[in-house]
T-cell receptor, first 113, second 124 residues
Framework: GDSVTQMEGPVTLSEEAFLTINCTYTATGYPSLFWYVQYPGEGLQLLLKATKADDKGSNKGFEATYRKETTSFHLEKGSVQVSDSAVYFCALSRNTGGFKTIFGAGTRLFVKA | DTGVSQDPRHKITKRGQNVTFRCDPISEHNRLYWYRQTLGQGPEFLTYFQNEAQLEKSRLLSDRFSAERPKGSFSTLEIQRTEQGDSAMYLC??????????????????????FGAGSRLTVL
C-alpha cells in the first residue's frame, strides 16, 4: 500500500542554518505530495504542496520539489528562524479512486537562537 | 468561517466507558476525515465521508468504533467499551473537491485538508 517515510528527528539547528528534511514515498500512479506543519499547541496546517512531477511547492521560505524518479519530496529552507520550530509531516494523497491522505511519522525541528 | 471545530477538546474516561466526539467541518467542505494520532507519530487514517456517505474505513477502525455524518454536515465518532490503547488525539479534517475532472478532482488538483485542533482521549 501507499506509504511515506521521512527522516527521524529531532533536528536541532541554529538560527539562519540551512534545513533539509528528507521524505520518500511509495505509491502507484501520480499522487499529490504535501508538507504539513504542527506548531506547538496548534493543529496541523498545510505548509506547501505539489501535484505533479517536477512541480515545486513553496511557502514561507520553505520549498520542496516533486521528484518522481527518486520518489522524493524533500523539504528545504535556506535560513531557519526560531519561529520555524515545529513538527513537519510529509504526506501523499491519491487524486482518484479514494482521497485519504497518508502521513509520515513527522520530524521535530528545534531552532536555537 | 471559523474553521474545523472539535468537541470536546479533552476527554478523560475510565476503561469500558463509551465516548463520543463531534466534528463540525468548514461548511462548504463536503469531505470529512477522522484520524488518530499518538505521541511521536503521524496521523493515522480512520475513515472518511463524502457528504453523508462513508466511503472508506481503515482496518484500524475496529467494531468498537463507529462514525456517522447523518446530514452531510457535522460528524460524530463513537468509541464503545474504551480500552487504554484507545488513548490518543482524534483529529478531524475537511476538504473541498474542486469542480471538474473525474471524481471531483481536476487534472493537477490536490485534496488539501483543513484540520481541527483535535480531541484528546485519555482512558484510565
Amino acid at each position: 500500500g501507499d506509504s511515506v517515510t521521512q527522516m527521524e528527528g529531532p533536528v536541532t539547528l541554529s538560527e539562519e542554518a540551512f534545513l533539509t528534511i528528507n521524505c520518500t514515498y511509495t505509491a502507484t500512479g501520480y499522487p499529490s505530495l504535501f508538507w504539513y506543519v504542527q506548531y506547538p499547541g496548534e493543529g496541523l496546517q498545510l505548509l506547501l504542496k505539489a501535484t505533479k512531477a517536477d512541480d515545486k511547492g513553496s511557502n514561507k521560505g520553505f520549498e520542496a520539489t516533486y521528484r518522481k524518479e527518486t520518489t522524493s519530496f524533500h523539504l528545504e529552507k535556506g535560513s531557519v528562524q526560531v519561529s520555524d520550530s515545529a513538527v513537519y509531516f510529509c504526506a501523499l494523497s491519491r487524486n482518484t479512486g479514494g482521497f485519504k491522505t497518508i502521513f509520515g511519522a513527522g520530524t521535530r525541528l528545534f531552532v536555537k537562537a | 468561517d471559523t474553521g474545523v471545530s472539535q468537541d470536546p477538546r479533552h476527554k478523560i474516561t475510565k476503561r469500558g466507558q463509551n465516548v463520543t466526539f463531534r466534528c463540525d467541518p468548514i461548511s462548504e467542505h463536503n469531505r470529512l476525515y477522522w484520524y488518530r494520532q499518538t505521541l511521536g507519530q503521524g496521523p493515522e487514517f480512520l475513515t472518511y465521508f463524502q457528504n453523508e456517505a462513508q466511503l472508506e474505513k481503515s482496518r484500524l477502525l475496529s467494531d468498537r468504533f463507529s462514525a456517522e455524518r447523518p446530514k452531510g454536515s457535522f460528524s460524530t465518532l463513537e468509541i464503545q467499551r474504551t480500552e487504554q490503547g484507545d488513548s490518543a488525539m482524534y483529529l478531524c479534517a475537511s476538504s473541498l473537491p474542486r469542480p471538474g475532472g473525474t471524481s471531483g478532482q481536476p487534472s493537477g488538483g490536490a485534496n488539501v485538508l483543513t484540520f481541527g485542533a483535535g480531541s484528546r482521549l485519555t482512558v484510565l
